[in-house]
């Protein structure tokens, strides 16, 4: 499975941003989508994830009622919508997938990784 993460930028506090993760290869697979994040220094977290087939979802605390996740399976592609974001969401920002899980907070769970995108929130 290749994972190809786009929409990352600059954005002041408060606004908005929607990174798209494109999957291709063995989709079939996939139990799992996600995103995780990780800033200078800081080591990578989870962020958000959902179920590829059945919409379960879940989310970081820190995020939880600012993010959310959606895929389109026609497309192969999953989304992370970023509202209200504050200068603490600043990091690169990474997809991944697993063949097993879909709830993918454990990063051991993880088969795949896409590259990052960058995402900077000036206050």
């Known amino acids: 499975v290749q994972l190809q993460a786009s929409g990352g930028g600059l954005v002041q506090a408060g606004g908005s941003l929607r990174l798209s993760c494109a999957a291709s290869?063995?989709?079939?697979?996939?139990?799992?989508m996600g995103w995780f994040r990780q800033a200078p220094g800081k080591e990578r977290e989870f962020v958000a994830a959902?179920?590829?087939?059945?919409?379960?979802?879940y989310f970081a605390a820190s995020v939880k009622g600012r993010f959310t996740i959606s895929r389109d399976n026609a497309k192969s592609t999953m989304y992370l919508q970023m509202n209200s974001l504050k200068p603490e969401d600043t990091a690169i920002y990474y997809c991944?997938?697993?063949?097993?899980?879909?709830?993918?907070?454990?990063?051991?769970?993880?088969?795949?990784w896409g590259q990052g995108t960058e995402v900077t929130v000036s206050s």
């Open positions: 290869g063995r989709t079939f697979s996939l139990n799992g």
């Open positions: 959902m179920s590829w087939g059945g919409g379960r979802t």
């Open positions: 991944a997938v697993s063949n097993t899980y879909a709830d993918l907070s454990d990063l051991t769970r993880i088969d795949y």
